[in-house]
């Protein structure tokens, strides 16, 4: 397993933006597909976002889709979320994880969680 540090959440108002980022710290990142998750008090985890190894194809949960951008730089060992008009709805803490499309989109994820990082949306 690799560590996965988050970062980049915080307070915004609803209808505002955030960009979230992930770090890997081991070159095997490249290699993987890797996933957004959230997490709600009381809710289950539940996928948001996931992008090939490459870059080249993405997925979006239906209640981000239009709204949030998953992209990576393999180069940086890096995954972002970009997410732009935010909803109550999406406050959660939001981790990173790896693995294949299917299972990412399945919840499951290959890498120990991290602490996550926490997005909170005011109304």
């Known amino acids: 397993q690799v560590q996965l540090v988050e970062s980049g959440g915080g307070l915004v108002q609803a209808g505002g933006s955030l960009r979230l980022a992930c770090a890997a710290s081991?070159?095997?990142?490249?290699?993987?597909?890797m996933g957004w998750f959230r997490q709600a008090p009381g809710k289950e985890r539940e996928f948001v976002a996931a992008?090939?190894?490459?870059?080249?194809?993405?997925y979006y949960a239906d209640s981000v889709k239009g709204r949030f951008t998953i992209s990576r730089d393999n180069a940086k060992n890096m995954v972002y979320l970009q997410m732009n008009s935010l909803d109550p709805e999406d406050t959660a803490v939001y981790y990173c994880?790896?693995?294949?499309?299917?299972?990412?989109?399945?919840?499951?994820?290959?890498?120990?969680w991290g602490q996550g990082t926490l997005v909170t949306v005011s109304s």
């Open positions: 994880n790896r693995g294949t499309i299917a299972t990412l989109t399945s919840r499951g994820a290959l890498d120990a």
């Open positions: 081991e070159r095997t990142f490249s290699s993987y597909a």
């Open positions: 992008s090939s190894w490459s870059g080249g194809a993405t």
